[in-house]
C-alpha cells in the first residue's frame, strides 16, 4: 500500500492495556488528538482482545506488561498471524524486554514516558503514513472560566515517581525501577499529591493523580 492510500483514510487501531484508567486515557486522547485513526478497539485483557469482532485490527498497541499469564512472544505473534502490525509500549524500557518485543515481530518497541504525541507519530511511521500529520489538540476540558491548569513545580524524583506510580506501577515497583527505598518512593508521591493539593487540583486518589499527570503531560 502507498504512502499516499495509507494517508487518504483512516488506519483501525487498537489498543492492549490491563490498566483501565491508562487505557480510557490514551483512547480518550487518540479520538480527540489522532483523528486519521480509527480507534476500533480498546481491551484490557488479552481475551477481550482476541474475542472482538473488531479483531483484527490493521495496527495493535499491547502493553509489554500484562497481569495474564500470555507472554509478550505469543501475543506478537498472534496478532502478526492475524494480520496486524504490532507496536508494543511499555514502562519496562530495558534492552532484554525491548529485544523480546522486536525478536517475536514487533514493529517498534516504545517507552510509556515518551509523549503521546511521539508515540503517535511513531505509530504513523510503522504504517507508512508521515509523521506529524495530524496536528495535536488540547483535548482535556478546562474547569469552568478557567484558561489553564495551574501546574506545580515538581522535582526530577517526584516527576519520574508520578509517571512510573500514574502508569499502573505500584509504590513498590516505583521504588524498584528509580533505585531508591520504598520509603523515598513513597514520599515522591506523597509530596506530588500535596503539591498539586496546593494548586486546588486534588490528587488524593490514585485515579485523580492518574488525572493530574495525563492533564499534564506526565502520564505518556
Known sequence: MSIRETTSRRIRLAILDDHEMLLD??????????????????????VDLVHSDNFPTELVLI????????SIEARVRTCRAAG????VI?????????????DAGASAFLSKSLPMVEIMDEVRAVMGAPRGSQPPRDWRPLPSGATSYPRPKLSAGETEAL?????GSSTTEVAREMNVQYET????????????????????????????????????
Open 63 to 70: 502493553d509489554f506488561q500484562l497481569r495474564e499469564h500470555v
Open 163 to 167: 509517571r512510573l506510580y500514574a502508569s
Open 25 to 46: 486515557t490514551m483512547s480518550s486522547w487518540i479520538k480527540a488528538n489522532a483523528t486519521d485513526f480509527d480507534l476500533a478497539l480498546s481491551a484490557a485483557s488479552w
Open 185 to 220: 518512593a513513597k514520599t515522591y508521591i506523597r509530596r506530588v499529591r500535596e503539591k498539586y493539593a496546593k494548586v486546588n487540583r486534588p490528587a488524593g486518589k490514585k485515579a485523580d493523580l492518574i488525572r493530574r499527570a495525563a492533564e499534564d503531560g506526565y502520564l505518556l
Open 90 to 102: 511499555s514502562s519496562l524500557d530495558t534492552r532484554e524486554a525491548r529485544q523480546r518485543a522486536l
Open 84 to 87: 496486524a502490525k504490532v507496536v
